[in-house]
């Protein structure tokens, strides 16, 4: 389905709709304030910037340097060319261990790779522990956003979710009683669990260390219970030095939801004794978006959802809307370069408002981006043939101007002239529900070159 | 110092009030302005569908007719910001080069080249002001409610001076309207929600005039007022500061 078409079936709720966008202005405002109150902000924003590119000139280097680290460290460490790969690897250290029961703290790798799925497959329970993880993950939904993956359900959905798969009592969605609930439910989920898989915010280089960020605390409580812990990570995650986390954790937090960091910021160096540590590094086409100059800088994301809570269509469309992992902005310059076909109308969900890189604590040039994108998609993919042929006739017109002054001379006639019944149409999409101007018997052009005559 | 004025393709056809607007008050600041008869369109309806290909003629046009000028200026950010942004896709020549570093943006214009604040006019109305996000956030003709340091806007800064104008204050100062050109149809539905959520923040904040810098916006938007009667009009920010009423 197109991005327009999935979006239109959401605005057909307008009350939903105005609920949705209201819930993530509010963290964008929230962000507004964190951000306002930090002097250097955009100098922070420059940094954190200039540290991801070099990294992503250098991550051949820092990459193994990391590695030779956590080796140091006693952690194991994978690397995986794609998602089957990584899969696999996460599939046969369970396997190794014999685990049977897995608690997951958030990591948007292991939804790009399809991991639940593939473990489930083999009789493998895989419990999302992260609140709103969890929420989606009973309802049998992907996360639509990055951050906040059950945003788009109300907490009355919720209600009657765990009613149904926690055996909660009717609540009327009293969050604090639902969140008790679902706290209780989980604590029984990591005090058994074989094993724990996290997600990776940063990997440092120089220590062999990595850091999970989470506002619940259940990346820590999985992999200090667990005997077991498996860190996913995608290549990107790197950066040189520890003291760079200075400059992302500060960026972060305040660009995911205003809070000045997040309430935890979990670091992983070693296994402790008795347990086991592992590391997954994957590609899964992390190579090839560097090797796109014009998209390489997408890389640079450090997940936080800033671009998600300020887009306005990503707030009236809502996230399922992309059909991707990653939804919203930056989803939308990520995903074209994984299925081109499939995420064709993903940069056209866009008016090129700009929000997205002022908002965007790494300064990645979205909306250039979206617009590059688009250029690509009409060469390679195949498109409307109305589409493609009015564009031609437009691109003639305006490239010469006796035809430019002939056809908005038609234009403004049939405005002036034509019944507003005709004008209104079906064909004509614009006048579903806007008036279009009243065409005016002179053009610009006709006045001034009568202005002229008269001088 | 000879101007170039430059009026967008639908202006030209749809709203020559606005084109008569910005030539009159650039004569009334003593500006002496030209008017190239063979313009056209800066060719971004064609680039932002992603057929820039097909827009190489219309950019080459607009040089080919305004490569003589001191200046280009246009009532409209978005056009500026697509002939300073995006003619890279035709060969850089030296006159490529100083058209795109010369067009302007009229408020852009006045303020900074011409070093104009108050201009004399008056519009006694209460205005709300929608800022058209490629002059915004491409042009940078005010600060952004994203980015972080002093605030300042060129656009409110001429309407301050502008006898009789009371400026609104927004909730959400600087979202887009969702028109986007061809996103305006081939994504309808997100495209009117915003604009009548825009149109509702102007009601709410007791707006009797939406104006903006580009008339993209305001065609958007005044389609909206008109089809659901809302008391709200819609005007270029020239037709305001070109008001002696």
């Known amino acids: 389905m197109t991005h327009s078409k999935a979006a239109s079936i959401f605005n057909k709720d307008e009350k939903k709709v105005n609920w949705h966008d209201k819930a993530l202005w509010f963290v964008r405002h929230k962000r507004d304030i964190a951000a306002h109150t930090v002097t250097g902000w955009e100098e922070l924003r420059n940094l954190g910037h200039g540290i991801k590119a070099h990294t992503l000139s250098n991550l051949d280097t820092y990459l193994t340097q990391f590695e030779e680290n956590a080796l140091k460290n006693g952690v194991q460490v994978h690397w995986a060319k794609d998602g089957d790969e990584h899969n696999r690897i996460v599939h046969g ?14 990591s948007m790798l292991t939804e ?18 992260d609140l709103g993880e969890r929420i989606v993950q009973l309802a049998k939904e992907p996360p639509s956003h990055i951050v906040l993956p059950a945003i788009h359900k109300k907490k009355e959905e919720v209600d009657v979710l765990f009613q149904e798969h926690l055996g909660t009592k009717p609540c009327d969605g009293d969050p604090q009683y639902l969140t008790g609930e679902a706290r209780k439910h989980l604590r029984e989920k990591f005090i058994h669990a074989d094993a724990a898989i996290t997600g990776v915010n940063f990997a440092v280089a120089d220590t062999g260390g990595i850091v999970v960020c989470t506002n619940e605390g259940n990346a820590d409580m999985g992999a200090h219970l667990a005997p077991v812990h498996i860190a996913c990570m995608g290549i990107e995650k790197i950066i040189p030095k520890q003291e760079h986390l200075g400059v992302f954790l500060r960026l972060l937090g305040r660009s995911a939801t205003g809070q000045h960091i997040t309430t935890y910021s979990s670091h992983f160096k070693k296994p402790r004794e008795g347990a086991k540590m592992h590391i997954v590094i994957v590609d899964n086409g992390r190579t090839e978006q560097l090797s796109r100059p014009d998209f390489r800088a997408s890389l640079h994301c450090i997940r936080c959802g800033a671009c998600m809570n300020t887009c306005p269509i990503y707030r009236r469309s809502g996230g399922h809307s992309y059909d991707a992992t990653i939804p919203g902005p930056i989803g939308s310059i990520l995903s074209p370069g994984k299925d081109l076909k499939k995420h064709s109308t993903l940069p056209f ?12 604590p790494v300064k990645i040039d979205i909306h250039s981006q979206l617009y590059k994108w688009r250029q690509i998609i009409t ?49 004509n999409v614009w006048g579903k529900e806007r ?4 065409g005016p018997k002179e053009s610009f052009d006709d006045w001034y070159k009568k202005r002229q005559k008269n001088e | 110092m000879k101007v170039g004025l430059f009026i967008p393709c639908y202006i030209n056809q749809l709203y020559p009030q606005v084109g008569i607007a910005t030539l009159e008050l650039l004569e009334k600041l003593n500006v002496d302005v030209g008017y190239p008869y ?26 080919e007719n305004f490569k003589d000028f001191d200046y280009i200026v246009t009532p409209s950010g978005s056009c500026a910001y697509h002939v300073k942004k995006h003619y890279n896709i035709i060969e850089q020549t030296d006159d490529v080069v100083n058209v795109r570093n010369k067009t302007y943006e009229l408020c852009d214009f006045i303020v900074n080249i011409l070093k104009i604040k108050h201009i004399g006019a008056s519009f006694p109305h209460k205005v709300g002001v929608h800022k ?13 409610s994203e980015n972080v340091g002093t605030e300042y806007s ?18 959400r100062k600087d979202e887009c309207c969702g028109f986007g050109g061809t996103f305006a149809v081939t994504e309808e539905a997100i495209s009117v929600k915003m604009g009548k959520d825009r149109i509702q923040d102007h009601l709410d904040s007791g707006a009797e005039v939406i104006t903006a810098t580009d008339t993209s916006c305001l065609m958007h938007l005044e389609g909206l007022i008109t089809r659901n009667k809302q008391p709200l009009k819609v005007l270029h920010i020239a037709e305001i500061l070109n008001s002696t009423i």
């Open chain 1, 93 to 106: 250290i369970l396997k190794e261990h014999n685990a049977k029961k897995v608690v997951k703290s958030k």
């Open chain 1, 112 to 129: 790009e790779c399809h991991l639940n799925p593939y473990l489930e497959a083999d009789d493998i329970e895989v419990i999302d522990t």
């Open chain 1, 349 to 360: 969900a866009s008016t090129l408002c700009g929000s997205c890189s002022d908002v965007c």
């Open chain 1, 379 to 427: 060469k390679d993919t195949q498109q409307p043939f109305v589409k493609k042929t009015s564009m031609k006739m437009m691109g003639n017109i305006f490239a010469k101007p006796t035809k430019f002054e002939k056809v908005g001379k038609v234009a403004r006639w049939s405005l002036r002239n034509l019944p507003k019944s005709m004008i209104n149409s079906k064909p």
């Open chain 1, 435 to 438: 008036d279009l101007p009243l």
């Open chain 2, 38 to 63: 063979g313009q056209t369109c800066c060719g971004q309806p064609m680039a932002n569908s992603g057929y820039e290909n097909e827009s190489v003629g219309a950019c080459q046009n607009f040089v």
């Open chain 2, 132 to 144: 058209s996000c490629h002059g915004l956030r491409g042009l940078r003709l005010g600060s952004c």
């Open chain 2, 154 to 171: 060129y656009i409110d800064e001429l309407l301050q001076e502008v006898s009789g104008v009371e400026l609104v204050t927004l909730t």
